[in-house]
């Protein structure tokens, strides 16, 4: 069986944004937090390798390295916005996309304005929190605190997708499922 990039990005896509709005599309609230938990721990474990790890797909294999043999704390702390490539704006804007959703499920009964708060404050603080995990663990990875905001601005796009995902589920099913 060979793996392709093709096949790894599919199913990214579907993981990302087909499962939570299938989740949201079953009645019982109680199979939704269930399924919902799962989801979220799968996302943070794929996450975590992201963040700390190396993913390697060639045609009969996939591994996943963490090198943590560089010192501690010996990075610079990049603060710009212009000398963000395309891809690591891509990835910094879709990375916490899925936390979104699941502040957005957590909330789901409180007011507007309430989980727009959350969305944003939770995403500046996991942001945060990851570029200070990189900067204090020995990480191959650079520190940018203009990733923490392009962070915060993913959860916020993943509430946002999850107010339209609910939506059109409210649509289909005629029922209210958003405030």
Same mark, same amino acid.
């Given at each position: 069986?060979?793996?392709?990039?093709?096949?790894?990005?599919?199913?990214?896509? +579907?993981?990302?944004?087909?499962?939570?709005?299938?989740?949201? $599309?079953?009645?019982?609230? %109680?199979?939704?937090?269930?399924?919902?938990? #799962?989801?979220? $721990?799968?996302?943070?474990?794929?996450?975590?390798?992201?963040?700390?790890?190396? /993913?390697?797909?060639?045609?009969?294999?996939?591994?996943?390295?963490?090198?943590?043999?560089?010192?501690? $704390?010996?990075?610079?702390?990049?603060?710009?916005?212009?000398?963000?490539? %395309?891809?690591?704006?891509?990835?910094? /804007?879709?990375?916490?996309?899925?936390?979104?959703?699941?502040?957005?499920? /957590?909330?789901?009964? %409180? @007011?507007?304005? +309430?989980? /727009?708060?959350?969305?944003?404050?939770?995403?500046?603080?996991?942001?945060?929190?990851?570029?200070?995990?990189?900067? #204090?663990?020995?990480?191959?990875?650079?520190?940018?605190?203009?990733?923490?905001?392009?962070?915060?601005?993913?959860?916020?796009?993943?509430?946002?997708?999850?107010?339209?995902?609910?939506? +059109?589920?409210?649509?289909?099913?005629? @029922?209210?499922?958003?405030?």
């Amino acid at each position: 069986m060979t793996v392709s990039t093709v096949l790894v990005l599919i199913l990214g896509v +579907i993981f990302f944004f087909v499962v939570p709005f299938v989740i949201w $599309c079953f009645k019982s609230e %109680k199979l939704q937090k269930i399924l919902m938990i #799962i989801y979220f $721990c799968c996302y943070l474990c794929v996450l975590f390798v992201g963040v700390f790890g190396s /993913l390697s797909i060639g045609e009969r294999y996939i591994t996943i390295n963490f090198d943590f043999t560089r010192a501690w $704390c010996a990075k610079p702390i990049n603060f710009s916005l212009s000398g963000i490539g %395309k891809f690591d704006l891509i990835i910094n /804007l879709v990375m916490l996309y899925p936390a979104g959703m699941f502040i957005l499920f /957590l909330a789901r009964r %409180k @007011k507007w304005w +309430i989980k /727009l708060i959350l969305l944003a404050t939770i995403g500046l603080a996991i942001g945060v929190s990851i570029e200070t995990l990189q900067f #204090i663990l020995p990480v191959p990875r650079s520190v940018q605190l203009s990733d923490a905001l392009l962070n915060m601005t993913s959860v916020f796009i993943g509430g946002l997708i999850g107010w339209a995902y609910l939506w +059109i589920i409210g649509r289909i099913f005629r @029922k209210k499922v958003i405030d």
